[in-house]
């Protein structure tokens, strides 16, 4: 993991943990990787790799490479034979929560969505073991980033343009058009999604154009000078966390200058379970009878057959979360599954860049448009800042029929007393690790380091100001001592003896009235 960014850090870090615990997937449909792109598709299709990862093909060198699409990170890699590679003799390597990226950079042809940039920069990596099975399982064979060009490690190595993400040269192609890319995520074993999975480089999914009249969402600077660091993070609405129970799920902000109730939100497409701050996912979870939080694994685990609802807003839009999406149902223990919100731990911000990471699971709840804007440099007349804009895509009346379809075979028993939530009062809370507090304490050290820094150096002075008058005080205590007594006569004090000499020498003074007597 870089230390000063921790954009790579943000792909990846739940594909291995659907594989890690012993978790056994819920029946599906057999996953196909013919990822070309299909007929009346805007765009290009998106494979949903078991609604843990999510892929598109790109053309490098002439040959097909199924990629994850990842907007928490910047850099292409890929692993197999590249026909026709130049190899820049340098190399680069990307640490990611899970897995490490590391090879040689490499130029070529690459090609996606039907435009073409010559002398692409990647890492050819040649060993992806590190990585989670469900890479190689789902037959991926590589990852493709969407976000910004100062988060990107190939760029830093290259030097040139020729290290400019992807999207950004294909931006630099055509300078009319606008900076922006949209995706859409669809739902395994959603009976009744029809959503297929697309993504699109500076156009529409068809029917879905009203999008863009959503809120624009402006994306969070980050808080300090590196904008290596700077994310597709966005900030909530105010009191914008709503609650299996209809209430107000309230969480202080850890970024600094963000208050009233907001919460900064990083939208990321390699996250399978959403991060949040354990104060919301032991709100989320912590009153469904029967829960528990695992200490090893890290997660909430719930019944699969317990529905809980919640809902995000953003720019006064609700964005309503599937209950599917809330309580994952792709792998399971028993009759327990993983809440798809867990506490952030791993992914926590120790610089305060952001409060949570809102993944697959909330994304596929939206049509989600990403403008790159003055990002992209020597491009469009596409210059404004960056922004997000949400359409919401879940209706939850049509989610609750889901809900019963899937997971409780058609019987609605959702409004059953073992269903009902606890009261706020027997709410259980998951255990912090002492890794998370020295996490919290380094973090807190690391945000406020100017105000502690300020805070130091006032205490500097003020000593050195105390010290310096306690100095002059000695020095004048010490010249008054050299006098031997006070210079200053009190008042009080009779005169001190005057010796006075006649003006001449052996000389009476004469009495004047002498001669009045």
């Known amino acids: 993991m870089r230390q000063l960014s921790l954009i790579p850090s943000l792909a990846f870090i739940h594909l291995a943990t659907a594989v890690i615990i012993p978790f056994r997937g819920f029946p599906r449909d057999t996953i196909h990787h013919d990822l070309s792109k299909r007929g009346g598709v805007t765009g290009v299709s998106i494979e949903n790799g078991g609604n843990v990862l999510y892929a598109a093909n790109i053309t490098l060198g002439g040959t097909s490479f199924g990629v994850v699409l990842d907007t928490g990170s910047s850099d292409l890699w890929v692993a197999g034979d590249v026909p026709g590679t130049q190899d820049t003799g340098k190399s680069a390597s990307i640490a990611y929560a899970v897995g490490e990226a590391k090879g040689n950079v490499n130029l070529a042809t690459l090609t996606f969505d039907n435009s073409t940039v010559d002398k692409q920069a990647y890492i050819l990596v040649e060993d992806t073991s590190s990585f989670s099975p469900a890479l190689k399982i789902n037959g991926f064979q590589g990852l493709m980033g969407l976000g910004f060009d100062t988060g990107s490690v190939v760029r830093g190595v290259v030097g040139n343009g020729a290290g400019d993400t992807p999207l950004s040269r294909i931006f630099q192609l055509n300078k009319t058009t606008q900076n922006f890319i949209s995706l859409q995520l669809d739902r395994q074993n959603d009976p009744t999604d029809s959503i297929t999975g697309q993504i699109t480089v500076s156009e529409f999914i068809s029917g879905y154009e009203s999008v863009a009249s959503q809120p624009k969402l402006s994306v969070k600077d980050v808080p300090f000078l590196d904008t290596s660091s700077q994310h597709w993070a966005v900030l909530t609405d105010k009191n914008g966390v709503i609650g299996p129970d209809g209430n107000v799920i309230s969480v202080e902000s850890i970024v600094p200058h963000v208050r009233g109730g907001q919460l900064v939100a990083v939208l990321d497409s390699g996250f399978t379970l959403s991060q949040v701050p354990r104060k919301m996912a032991d709100a989320i ?3 469904v009878q029967g829960a528990n ?8 685990m719930v019944p699969c057959d317990q529905q809980l609802n919640i809902t995000f807003l953003f720019g006064g839009v609700k964005m309503f979360v599937h209950p599917l999406d809330v309580v994952s149902g792709d792998f399971h223990t028993g009759n327990f599954c993983p809440g798809a919100y867990q506490p952030i731990s791993t992914a926590f911000s120790l610089l305060g860049e952001y409060d949570m990471i809102l ?11 990403f403008d790159y804007g003055n990002y992209i440099e020597a491009s469009s007349n596409d210059r404004g800042d960056p922004y997000i804009q949400l359409l919401p895509l879940t209706d939850p009346t049509t989610a609750h029929t889901d809900f019963v379809s899937v997971r409780l075979n058609g019987t609605d028993t959702t409004g059953s007393a073992s269903k009902a939530l606890l009261p706020a009062s027997q709410e259980s809370h998951s255990p912090v690790s ?4 020295k996490q919290h304490v380094v973090g807190a050290v690391t945000r406020n380091w100017p ?3 300020a805070g130091c150096i006032l205490f500097v002075l003020s000593v050195a100001g105390c010290c310096i008058y306690a100095c002059c005080c000695r020095k004048r205590r010490k010249s008054a001592r050299a006098f031997g007594q006070n210079p200053y006569q009190s008042i009080q004090e009779p005169p001190p003896p005057m010796h006075l000499k006649p003006m001449n020498s052996g000389a009476q003074y004469a009495d004047p009235y002498h001669s009045r007597g």
């Not at 939080?293 to 909430?300: H, I, R």
């Not at 699971?361 to 989600?368: D, E, K, T």
């Not at 002492?434 to 507090?437: L, N, P, T, W």
């Open 285 to 287: 979870y912590g009153r």
């Open 293 to 300: 939080y695992s200490v090893e694994d890290g997660l909430w």
């Open 359 to 369: 993944g697959m699971s909330f994304l596929r709840n939206v049509y989600a448009l």
């Open 434 to 437: 002492a890794k998370e507090k």
């Open 451 to 453: 105000y502690i820094l």
